[in-house]
């Protein structure tokens, strides 16, 4: 994301929410999601341009997006995340929102929840969003999405896209939906933000659209040639892969001599990256 807008923007979570409308998705376009597609660019697009003055007031009196977002106690980042878009969703002019997290049942069981319909330009848009950090576990099959693994190696890129495109997605086209709506849903889209890191730089490819990140075991860092000085808890993940404003004269963190699990940390040189076990991968 080059904007030097985004670069005026003082209130962190306003700073986050226009980070996860406008920074570029991760997963490439060569990604096959058919029969569904990633949110259109040329509709992120029209929005940036037209949500200048909405950011520029939103950021003069972020107290209510801010009192928004702290509702959900949970810093889960897909919470976060969501609490992010349906702020934009129901107070951007452009912009209506019709649904949001609505169950659907069979037969008195749930079977799934829709995350976003809003009504864009006389079109009905089903919305399912997911905020990742996925790390790349063998630097010899960057091509395969099952290898792009969550930080605590629980989930990973190929379970999580099969999911949303062959139950989340489909589930806009339930009649239930369309009967709550009172409309038909026009089109679906997946709405994938986030960062891609590997140990090696990786090309954009396949899988990621752009030059990943880099992560580091934890015995690389007295060796490397910048040193960490803040770890990012989660939520605060988002608008810091695009910080402007580094203190590079700060302390290097001290750290105990054994680490148990992945952290994400900022560095003097300004990048951020994931500081993982020794072993990590390996169990």
């Not at 807008?5 to 409308?21: A, E, I, M, Q």
């Not at 997963?27 to 029209?46: K, M, R, T, V, W």
């Not at 369309?178 to 730089?201: C, H, M, P, T």
């Not at 040193?227 to 695009?242: D, K, Q």
């Amino acid at each position: 994301m080059q904007s030097s807008f985004y670069h005026t923007l003082k209130s962190n979570v306003v700073r986050d929410l226009y980070w996860l409308l406008f920074s570029e998705a991760p997963l490439s376009d060569e990604y096959d999601l058919s029969p569904f597609s990633l949110f259109p660019q040329q509709i992120l697009d029209d929005w940036q341009i037209d949500s200048v003055n909405y950011f520029k007031q939103l950021d003069k009196h972020p107290k209510d997006i801010e009192q928004f977002v702290d509702r959900k106690k949970n810093k889960r980042l897909g919470f976060y995340a969501e609490s992010l878009l349906s702020y934009f969703f129901q107070t951007f002019s452009e912009v209506e929102l019709l649904l949001q997290n609505f169950q659907i049942n069979k037969e008195k069981i749930t079977v799934g929840e829709i995350d976003f319909i809003i009504l864009y330009k006389n079109t009905v848009i089903h919305i399912e969003c997911s905020t990742k950090y996925f790390l790349l576990k063998d630097i010899n099959k960057a091509k395969e999405a099952s290898q792009w693994v969550g930080p605590r190696l629980k989930d990973n890129l190929e379970k999580k896209l099969k999911k949303i495109i062959n139950h989340q997605i489909p589930l806009g086209l339930e009649m239930e939906i369309q009967d709550k709506i009172n409309r038909k849903v026009d089109q679906s889209y997946l709405l994938i933000k986030g960062v891609f890191f590997a140990e090696e730089v990786i090309q954009p490819g396949k899988i990621n659209r752009k030059q990943t990140n880099k992560f580091l075991r934890f015995s690389e860092l007295q060796n490397f040639n910048s040193y960490s000085i803040e770890v990012l808890s989660r939520p605060n993940w988002l608008s810091a892969f695009a910080s402007s404003e580094i203190n590079h004269t700060r302390p290097n963190l001290e750290f105990d001599s054994h680490l148990e699990n992945p952290i994400m940390c900022l560095f003097n040189d300004g990048e951020v990256r994931f500081i993982v076990p020794d072993n990590w991968g390996s169990q």
